[in-house]
């Protein structure tokens, strides 16, 4: 308290006003930043948990179609003689089967590699050329319409009697052949032992006849009206499809996110914001990942450490599970903390700098006033000074103010006019004195 007395009111009026202005503009600003922060998570968890329902929601409804669309062409006449046609012709051609329509459909087709489908005919003059031309556009529209990468037709066997697309795979057994250990070898095996009709769902793994790309398989057995087996059809779904679902950017904003995740942690399609080959490559062992592949659904904050780089990302995601024919996945949707704040930042700052605006107003408006108060009192001071030195003929200034300054200013000049007829009184005496004892000493 010494300190502070110490320091003239010029100072300390002018500290005291912007210290409680710097005080009061720092806790509104904590205050209001504190709050549009907790508003903005709260609203980010719901736009989050809408987006994550929708896609949900979307999946499954692409889900759905697949499995109307293969149960649609397992039940129809047309496929049912397709496979019986393209059966008989395949036990027909001479030799062996697989090396005679890779040499007229694959080696000697003049199109393109992704685009062998063009050939209706091939010029072998075989009974398999001419079942070809017959169901072969009724299967390529199908793949065209619907968007699949290739239809499939096995025989009992599990031989690939016929295909859209023509790759390697094309006129192999798929129970014993070489690509019977992929998942459409096991999905026709599914399908060919199956007790009663159903859809089989092969999850998604680099297959080899598509160079390598990352794919899934459904399909279903084929049956006769008497309840046999006749054959399987089967679809090869590309991930990009899950991709075409997952991707928008709607309710994501610039940092957003959605994506599935397989039950072995790797992802099943790419990352909006990822390289774009991310699909069984990059493994998510997030908790949401993981609530969400137990069949949880729900919202987490969680930090992500980049192995490689140690950066340390910080997102709100939420989570829902995904099953589709037995298959888990995770579909998580995810927006970096750092967007979701940011309108949260800007007020900050934009409160910060106002204040500074407003501090520095302050400070002005403070020292004017204290030059008001403290220049008076100054004035007040040296003609106090003044008095106090036995000069009782100095105007005492201020003495028109009609506040305390005033007053002070009043009671001075009163207590001047008071000690200055003192002292007049006082020499009055004096000098009646010293008349007196001169008149005495002349009469002695």
């Keep these: 308290m010494k300190f502070i007395n110490s320091i003239k009111l010029a100072v300390k009026l002018p500290v005291i006003m912007i210290a409680l202005s710097v005080m009061t503009i720092t806790i509104a600003t904590y205050v209001s930043y504190k709050r549009a922060s907790a508003s903005l998570l709260v609203e980010a968890e719901d736009m989050l948990q809408t987006v994550s329902e929708a896609r949900s929601l979307e999946l499954q409804s692409w889900f759905n179609g ?26 027909s051609i001479n030799g062996d089967a697989t090396e005679h329509l890779h040499k007229w459909y694959i080696d000697d087709n003049p199109n393109p590699d992704g685009e062998k489908q063009a050939l209706d005919l091939a010029e072998d003059g075989s009974s398999y050329s001419q079942v070809h031309k017959l169901y072969h556009p009724y299967f390529r529209k199908l793949v065209e319409e619907k968007g699949y990468y290739d239809v499939f037709v096995f025989d009992p066997s599990g031989d ?78 590309p991930a990009n499809r899950l991709d075409s679902v997952m991707q928008r950017s709607t309710g994501l904003g610039e940092t957003g996110d959605a994506y599935i995740v397989g039950e072995d942690h790797l992802l099943r399609s790419d990352p909006r914001l990822g390289d774009g080959n991310d699909v069984l490559v990059v493994s998510v062992t997030t908790q949401s990942a993981e609530n969400a592949l137990n069949g949880q659904s729900g919202l987490l904050r969680e930090v992500e450490v980049h192995e490689e780089t140690g950066f340390s990302h910080e997102h709100l995601a939420a989570y829902v599970p995904v099953e589709y024919h037995g298959v888990k996945m995770g579909l998580i949707v995810e927006q970096s903390i750092e967007e979701i704040l940011t309108p949260a930042k800007e007020l900050g700052a ?95």
């Design 350 to 444: 934009t409160m910060l700098w106002q204040g500074a605006v407003m501090i520095a107003v302050v400070g002005v408006i403070s020292l004017l006033i204290s030059r008001a108060v403290s220049r008076p009192l100054t004035n007040v001071e040296s003609a106090m000074r003044s008095v106090s030195e036995g000069d009782y003929n100095v105007v005492i200034p201020e003495t028109d103010r009609g506040d305390e300054i005033g007053g002070i200013a009043a009671t001075l000049d009163d207590f001047r006019d008071a000690l200055g007829r003192a002292e007049h009184a006082t020499r009055d005496a004096l000098f009646k004195g010293s008349a007196f004892e001169g008149s005495s000493a002349a009469l002695m």
């Design 66 to 91: 697949i499995d109307i669309d293969l149960r649609s062409q397992a039940s129809n006449p047309t496929v049912l003689s397709a496979i019986r046609g393209f059966d008989q012709a395949w036990r």
């Design 160 to 237: 690939l009697i016929y295909s859209v697309v023509k790759e390697r795979d094309f006129a192999t057994n798929f129970l014993e052949g070489p690509f019977a250990d992929t998942g459409l070898g096991r999905a026709v095996a599914h399908a060919l032992n199956a007790e009663t009709p159903g859809i089989f769902f092969s999850d998604f793994q680099n297959y080899e006849p598509s160079n390598g790309a990352p794919v899934s398989f459904v399909s279903s057995p084929v049956v006769d009206r008497s309840g046999e087996i006749r054959g399987v059809i089967a679809f090869q779904l």
